[in-house]
């Protein structure tokens, strides 16, 4: 059974730092390029970042660059998440998904449930 976990969403002031988590059973996550994507209230999801199975490439949306940080720990079979410098429109669901490519959500096949992010002023 496939399970993607997300972990790490809280309530952090503008400027501050969270670290997100994501850990998935059931596949070999060395395989899989991950990505996170989120949803903000009465918004469409938008692609976050994006990184290689290998973890040799990764991808940003403009509107995280040079703030955010996606790594992985394959032996932990562990996706992170690092978000500094936080604003108020980065509050969103964030959204761990696997096996797909890029910043296309369509391309991924497993999706965890989400963890609540909310950066207050």
């Known amino acids: 059974q496939v399970q993607v976990v997300e972990s790490g969403g809280g309530l952090v002031q503008v400027g501050g730092s969270l670290r997100l988590s994501c850990t998935v059973s059931?596949?070999?996550?060395?395989?899989?390029?991950m990505g996170w994507f989120r949803r903000a209230p009465e918004k469409e999801r938008e692609g976050v970042s994006y990184i290689h199975w290998r973890g040799s490439s990764t991808v940003y949306a403009d509107s995280v660059k040079g703030r955010f940080t996606i790594s992985r720990d394959n032996a932990k079979n562990t996706l992170y998440l690092q978000m500094n410098s936080l604003k108020p429109e980065d509050t969103a669901v964030y959204y761990c998904?696997?096996?797909?490519?890029?910043?296309?959500?369509?391309?991924?096949?497993?999706w965890g449930q989400g963890t609540l992010v909310t950066v207050s002023s």
């Open positions: 059931g596949l070999t996550f060395d395989d899989l390029n």
């Open positions: 998904a696997a096996g797909g490519y890029g910043l296309q959500a369509s391309s991924y096949s497993y």
